[in-house]
């Protein structure tokens, strides 16, 4: 494995050290093992560690993480974060949003290849979703649609999501029912969930 | 100069000191059949001095076979379907060092079996080679090698492993056996002789086995091997210049 890291290093005129970019990575405990008998996680991270010593201005990053374990994703989005501020230009394709949505300047959003998107993710959270307003109740969902700024109602058993784009006026409007509301978590929507928003809107329109 | 000499490294290390096929199959296996059929099966009617020595030639030319045909053309093919082509091409926008390196690497196999199975034929038989008959089969070895590794190219442009191995199989044993590197040529059937005569391993092993048992080199083997270099070359030219055009009319 440290042999083909050699190698990349080799093909560029100004390379990080291999010995650092293994460490960082924590690749030295398998630096002797034949690639084919490395895990998926850990090809992953050789892979990572192909494009950290080629020491390049732009990378290309292909669903990055699929495979690494816990810690490895932690490095991973550790030396992402660095090479952001280092000045770097990284562009990651990924299904994994929860992880993107923490590092990520820009976003774009593909759907049956054309972007969808192309901007901030709080210039996605204004356009599509702003919050998700959740609690535990015994009132009926009816109750709730038609409260000012909510987008959608999900019930499951008490639990109700309302998704809002102002969470402020949409909780003002419940302040009557407040006493009969439990565990009540107002969250920022996330990637994710405005995601799935677009793609649910997108299919009830087609 | 970096880059080539981080590629010699990488693929000495795969290609020769960490290949157990090419201890097993390119040195092994020719040195246990010269033990064999120099030591173990003895024809007391023939001369053994002048078979050991042929026969020395043989294995050479047969270690030769293996070597290319089966260890350089799967290792074009995987490096291929594993993506280290496309890999270095990203990286470094030309293969130049990696075929140079194969080259280089797969001439030095070849003349490490010489090395080793001249050895073997020392501690075996005696038989001893001054400095010029070395240098003869290391000039021989390195020309007479290229048609061979035209021809592994060549075959190492199948698109998968499996149809390889059955490529290999059905060029390399048949090659070897009609150019009497197994056993010789005289005890085959005259069509079959007449096949082999033409060869170009049989020019090889012939002019090899002259140069160790010290005959008269009959220069007429050496046309057949440029010959067989320009015939490859022209073959190698052709399907390069079929698989352009298949791959331009894809892209077109």
């Known amino acids: 494995m440290r042999d083909l890291l050699q190698l990349t290093a080799a093909q560029y005129r100004n390379p990080r050290p291999v010995a650092d970019v293994m460490e960082e990575l924590a690749l030295i405990s398998f630096a002797k093992r034949p690639l084919s008998r490395l895990s998926g996680g850990q090809l992953r991270k050789v892979a990572f560690g192909l494009t950290l010593v080629s020491n390049a201005q732009l990378l290309f990053l292909d669903e990055p993480t699929v495979g690494m374990d816990?810690?490895?994703?932690?490095?991973?989005?550790?030396?992402?974060?660095?090479?952001?501020?280092?000045?770097?230009?990284?562009?990651?394709?990924?299904?994994?949003?929860?992880?993107?949505?923490?590092?990520?300047?820009?976003?774009?959003?593909?759907?049956?290849?054309?972007?969808?998107?192309?901007?901030?993710?709080?210039?996605?959270?204004?356009?599509?979703?702003?919050?998700?307003?959740?609690?535990?109740?015994?009132l009926p969902k009816a109750r709730f649609q038609g409260l000012p700024n909510v987008k959608q109602v999900l019930v499951k058993g008490q639990q109700v999501t309302l998704e809002t784009t102002d969470s402020d006026q949409t909780l003002r409007a419940l302040a009557p029912w407040l006493n009969q509301l439990n565990n009540v978590k107002i969250t920022a929507a996330s990637l994710e969930n405005i995601f799935t928003a677009m793609t649910k809107e997108d299919d009830r329109h087609e | 100069m970096n880059k080539l000499w981080?590629?010699?490294?990488?693929?000495?290390?795969?290609?020769?000191?960490?290949?157990?096929?090419?201890l097993i199959m390119s040195l092994g296996m020719p040195a246990f059949f010269y033990w064999l059929f120099t030591k173990l099966f003895t024809n007391p009617a023939t001369n053994n001095r002048e078979f050991a020595g042929s026969y020395l030639g043989s294995m050479m030319v047969y270690s030769l076979l293996i070597t290319l045909l089966m260890g350089m053309s799967t290792a074009l093919i995987r490096d291929r379907n594993e993506g280290l082509t496309v890999f270095l091409k990203l990286n470094h926008h030309r293969l130049d060092n990696y075929y140079a390196s194969f080259l280089?690497?797969?001439?030095?196999?070849?003349?490490?079996?010489?090395?080793?199975?001249?050895?073997?034929?020392?501690?075996?038989?005696?038989?001893?080679?001054?400095?010029?008959?070395?240098?003869s089969l290391l000039g021989l070895i390195l020309v007479g090698q290229i048609p061979i590794m035209l021809l592994a190219g060549v075959l190492a442009n199948v698109k998968r492993q499996e149809t390889l191995g059955m490529l290999m199989n059905l060029v390399t044993f048949p090659l070897a056996i009609v150019s009497g590197l197994w056993w010789p040529l005289e005890t085959m059937p005259e069509w079959v002789q007449n096949i082999g005569r033409h060869l170009p391993t049989y020019f090889l092993n012939h002019t090899i086995g002259q140069v160790i048992n010290h005959a008269k080199i009959n220069w007429s083997s050496v046309v057949g091997i440029s010959e067989w270099i320009l015939i490859m070359a022209l073959v190698t030219a052709g399907v390069a210049q079929l698989f352009t055009k298949r791959s331009s009319a894809i892209n077109a």
Request: no cysteine; proline share 1%.
């Open chain 2, 6 to 22: 981080e590629q010699l490294k990488f693929d000495g290390k795969r290609l020769v000191f960490r290949n157990p096929s090419f």
């Open chain 1, 70 to 138: 816990v810690n490895a994703r932690q490095i991973f989005w550790r030396k992402i974060e660095q090479m952001r501020v280092r000045g770097k230009t990284v562009l990651i394709t990924s299904h994994y949003l929860a992880e993107i949505q923490e590092v990520v300047d820009r976003i774009l959003i593909l759907k049956a290849g054309k972007i969808k998107f192309n901007g901030t993710l709080a210039e996605l959270q204004r356009g599509y979703l702003t919050s998700q307003i959740s609690f535990v109740t015994n």
């Open chain 2, 104 to 135: 280089l690497w797969n001439t030095l196999k070849n003349f490490m079996a010489m090395g080793i199975l001249g050895l073997v034929a020392a501690y075996l038989n005696a038989i001893t080679l001054d400095l010029v008959q070395w240098l």
